[in-house]
């Protein structure tokens, strides 16, 4: 066997590795809704992530004393997620008092929460091992959307290993500045038009095979990269704005999907899907920024140690990303 091929195999064998734990665009905390009837009872949604009916983490949220359970808990399971649902009563309300989670470090996943208040308006926030409370507060105005709905975007993108991984694809393959500009912001504009018409109902695709295909974006993209390196450039080499606007549709439905998990507040839809939006592309830039310095670094240290890089270095990147991208491409497709 020649020392390439076994380059390649150790290298897919990373790429699958890497890619168990990065479960792309999973976006699954525990998750625990409330919605309130009137001034002092709320309906009780807590699902969380679970192996089967009886094996599931060992957390619960933990709400003031003076909350009663006025109605028997029910239970139910599927698809690897427990689910409880009761309705409770607290005098005076939820409305500034904190809800616990005591266990939440050694569960070692987060809690996303959503209040549907009974005026229309709702709260959502996330609650992270490292401060295990969520306080209840009153109607929030318009910067308390955009804040919350900004976070989760950020948190979104820089979470979802797929959609980095295809930009990251675009950063390698697409040369000169003018050319990423107008890539990037091709991508933007794409994702955003389908984000906002799936999130707003005007457009609805089954997320499964949606997964899959962004996943198969990716291996197009590293394919292209290996057929431009070798003297064959393609579409993307030639108009890679086009790609990346026919993609950005894809991964705009993967946005929404995520978004669709939060939900959004009745009263400030679009504000909140704006700054969600926002939010996807701040993440989106950061991961740019640190792609372009982490490069732009290594070149300097390159030149520093005067190191060259063997002949066939170039192929680690578009073999690696192409590994890992075909692997979600398995994955999802066999969970259709």
Do not use: C
Request: overall charge positive; hydrophobic content about 50%.
């Amino acid at each position: 066997m020649s020392p390439w091929i076994r380059r390649l195999g150790v290298l897919l064998l990373l790429g699958i590795g890497l890619a168990r734990p990065a479960a792309a665009d999973e976006f699954r905390p525990a998750y625990l809704q409330l919605r309130q009837v009137d001034a002092t009872t709320y309906d009780v949604l807590w699902k969380l992530p679970a192996l089967d009916e009886s094996t599931t983490l060992k957390l619960r949220p933990q709400f003031p004393p003076a909350a009663q359970v006025i109605t028997p808990p029910s239970s139910s399971y599927a698809a690897g997620t427990a689910v409880q649902r009761w309705r409770m009563q607290i005098d005076g309300g939820l409305t500034g008092k904190a809800i616990e989670f005591p266990n939440l470090a050694a569960t070692r996943i987060d809690v996303l929460v959503r209040v549907e208040r009974s005026d229309g308006t709702s709260q959502v926030g996330r609650v992270l091992p490292l401060a295990p409370s969520f306080v209840v507060t009153a109607s929030p105005g318009a910067f308390e959307v955009a804040q919350t709905y900004t976070v989760l975007g950020i948190e979104h993108i820089l979470a979802g290993f797929d959609h980095l991984l295809f930009v990251l694809a675009l950063l390698i393959l697409v040369q000169g500045t003018r050319r990423l500009i107008a890539t990037i912001t091709a991508f933007t504009v794409a994702h955003s038009l389908t984000l906002f018409a799936a999130t707003l109902g005007w457009l609805n695709v089954p997320g499964p095979p949606v997964e899959a295909v962004i996943a198969l974006s990716i291996v197009f993209l590293a394919g292209e990269i290996v057929h431009a390196r070798q003297g064959r450039p393609g579409l993307t080499q030639r108009r890679p704005w086009i790609v990346a606007f026919s993609f950005g549709l894809l991964h705009g439905l993967g946005f929404a999907g995520a978004l669709a998990e939060v939900g959004l507040p009745p009263l400030s839809i679009p504000t909140a899907l704006l700054f969600f939006n926002v939010g996807v592309e701040i993440g989106q830039l950061i991961f740019i920024a640190l792609v372009l310095g982490a490069i732009a670094i290594g070149r300097h240290i390159a030149r520093r140690l005067k190191f060259e890089a063997p002949s066939w270095w170039w192929r680690v990147p578009p073999y690696a990303i192409g590994g890992i991208a075909s692997f979600w491409v398995v994955q999802r497709v066999a969970a259709f």
